[in-house]
């Protein structure tokens, strides 16, 4: 009855109307019906999809498969697949709570920040707890100033300190680099090092192609085809033991084969260790792996930042920091860019030593956002400083 009465006042209502109105309306009615529907029906399939792809299914009986002729995908797509891993996951989907806070160990702006591994694989950190409030004469280190867990936040303070104008890039990039996180990656310095060299002159293709098959060959496995098990970056013993035409069946050139063997024979006699590379100040760092055959200074400089994470590294010579610097300085870089000038085309290393002085001991920070402001991709200088 109910049902007949709002129908009969309906069409009344729809009688009184002009016939271009009452079209209008009905129109408007079947289209916000069409798009609910659709709305509602696309929804649910991505409901469907993001479930199907995490949730234990009990497998389909004979009878369900007829039902089904299209079942849910093997391996889930990469949009579902980026939902599914989790930023706070402890491997239950249901737990979103954030992972425990990394520990707060002291640290120190001209000293490595990271954990470094060693050949035999023991983990190696600077200001351990036993001997983090000893005299710097017993453990050969300056007291530290801050924390893991600090240095970041004052560096970001003391960048704007200096110079307000970068508080919107710095609001704005992240730097995951020198956080907690990022400070507690353990890095396997032989590794780096030699994958620097592997990277130098090749694409990021080419390079990872070509340190995936040297550590297949080292470790005596066939250059192709699926492996039963992930590969360990060779230690520099290993590596020592091989002669040059051996290494450069993974494709390396005759010189960076020399390269790669001469740093691990450096490692090999201790003449290099996670322990001096760990303890040494900038300079001796700087000076003891430019020593080395195929480390040149911007080599040596990437791998401090992003490998020993120190703080107050800073490179002249590298063209997207000259780019930054001059675009932050005011300087119109594509005029810059079209004269010429060689290596010192935007900015003359007199002019950035004296700009970027002001902002030690946290220039590796300074670099990085200089990076940020003319949008250089860093990532391949960063992972070429991580392990396998």
């Given at each position: 009855?109910?049902?007949?009465?709002?129908?009969?006042?309906?069409?009344?209502?729809?009688?009184?109307?002009?016939?271009?109105?009452t079209t209008?309306?009905?129109?408007?009615?079947?289209?916000?019906?069409?798009?609910?529907?659709?709305?509602?029906?696309?929804?649910?399939?991505?409901?469907?999809?993001?479930?199907?792809c995490?949730?234990?299914?009990?497998?389909?009986?004979?009878?369900?498969?007829?039902?089904?002729?299209?079942?849910a995908?093997?391996?889930?797509?990469?949009?579902?697949?980026?939902?599914?891993?989790?930023?706070?996951?402890?491997?239950?989907?249901d737990?979103?709570?954030?992972?425990?806070?990394?520990?707060?160990?002291?640290?120190?702006?001209?000293?490595?920040?990271?954990?470094?591994?060693?050949?035999?694989?023991s983990r190696?950190?600077?200001?351990?707890?036993?001997?983090?409030?000893?005299?710097?004469?017993?453990?050969?280190?300056?007291?530290?100033?801050?924390?893991?867990?600090h240095i970041?936040?004052?560096?970001?303070?003391?960048?704007?300190?200096?110079?307000?104008?970068?508080?919107?890039?710095i609001e704005?990039?992240e730097?995951?680099?020198?956080?907690?996180?990022?400070?507690e990656?353990e890095?396997?310095?032989?590794?780096?090092?030699?994958?620097?060299?592997?990277?130098?002159?090749?694409?990021?293709?080419?390079?990872?192609?070509?340190?995936?098959?040297?550590?297949?060959?080292?470790?005596?496995?066939?250059?192709?085809?699926e492996?039963?098990?992930?590969?360990?970056?060779?230690?520099?013993d290993?590596?020592?033991?091989?002669?040059?035409?051996?290494?450069?069946?993974?494709?390396?050139?005759?010189r960076?084969?020399?390269?790669?063997?001469?740093?691990a024979?450096?490692?090999?006699?201790?003449?290099?260790s996670?322990?001096?590379?760990?303890?040494?100040?900038?300079?001796?760092?700087?000076?003891?792996?430019?020593?080395?055959?195929?480390l040149?200074?911007?080599?040596?400089?990437?791998?401090?930042?992003?490998?020993?994470?120190?703080?107050?590294?800073?490179?002249t010579?590298?063209?997207?920091?000259?780019?930054?610097?001059?675009?932050?300085?005011?300087?119109?870089?594509k005029?810059?860019?079209?004269?010429?000038?060689?290596?010192?085309?935007?900015?003359?290393?007199?002019?950035?030593?004296?700009?970027?002085?002001?902002?030690?001991?946290?220039?590796?920070?300074?670099?990085?956002?200089?990076?940020?402001?003319?949008?250089?991709?860093?990532?391949?200088?960063?992972?070429?400083?991580?392990?396998?």
């Open positions: 009855m109910v049902k007949r009465l709002t129908r009969s006042r309906n069409q009344k209502f729809s009688q009184d109307l002009p016939v271009s109105t209008q309306l009905h129109l408007a009615a079947t289209t916000r019906s069409k798009n609910e529907n659709a709305q509602d029906s696309t929804e649910m399939a991505a409901i469907d999809e993001y479930v199907s995490i949730e234990p299914t009990t497998p389909p009986t004979k009878r369900a498969k007829k039902a089904s002729s299209k079942g995908p093997e391996t889930p797509t990469p949009a579902v697949a980026k939902q599914t891993t989790m930023a706070y996951s402890t491997g239950d989907i737990d979103l709570t954030p992972p425990p806070r990394p520990p707060d160990r002291p640290a120190e702006p001209h000293r490595t920040n990271a954990p470094l591994k060693t050949p035999k694989g190696i950190v600077n200001y351990a707890s036993e001997n983090a409030a000893s005299s710097p004469s017993k453990t050969g280190l300056p007291r530290p100033t801050t924390t893991t867990g970041l936040g004052e560096a970001c303070a003391h960048l704007t300190r200096i110079d307000p104008r970068l508080k919107t890039v704005k990039h730097c995951r680099i020198f956080s907690p996180e990022g400070l990656e890095i396997d310095p032989f590794c780096a090092l030699a994958s620097g060299i592997i990277s130098q002159q090749v694409s990021g293709a080419a390079a990872a192609s070509i340190k995936n098959k040297f550590v297949r060959l080292v470790h005596g496995e066939p250059l192709d085809g492996l039963k098990q992930v590969l360990a970056f060779p230690t520099p290993q590596v020592a033991a091989c002669d040059v035409p051996f290494l450069r069946q993974a494709g390396l050139s005759q960076k084969a020399e390269y790669i063997n001469g740093l024979e450096k490692f090999a006699t201790g003449e290099l996670a322990q001096m590379l760990l303890k040494a100040s900038d300079e001796e760092v700087m000076e003891k792996l430019t020593a080395v055959r195929g040149g200074r911007w080599s040596v400089e990437m791998f401090a930042c992003f490998g020993l994470k120190r703080m107050d590294v800073f490179s010579g590298d063209l997207g920091v000259q780019r930054g610097m001059a675009a932050f300085m005011g300087k119109d870089v005029k810059l860019k079209g004269k010429g000038g060689g290596k010192w085309k935007y900015m003359s290393e007199s002019d950035m030593l004296e700009h970027s002085a002001k902002f030690a001991p946290y220039r590796s920070l300074f670099m990085w956002y200089m990076w940020r402001i003319e949008d250089v991709n860093v990532d391949s200088m960063q992972e070429s400083t991580t392990s396998i």
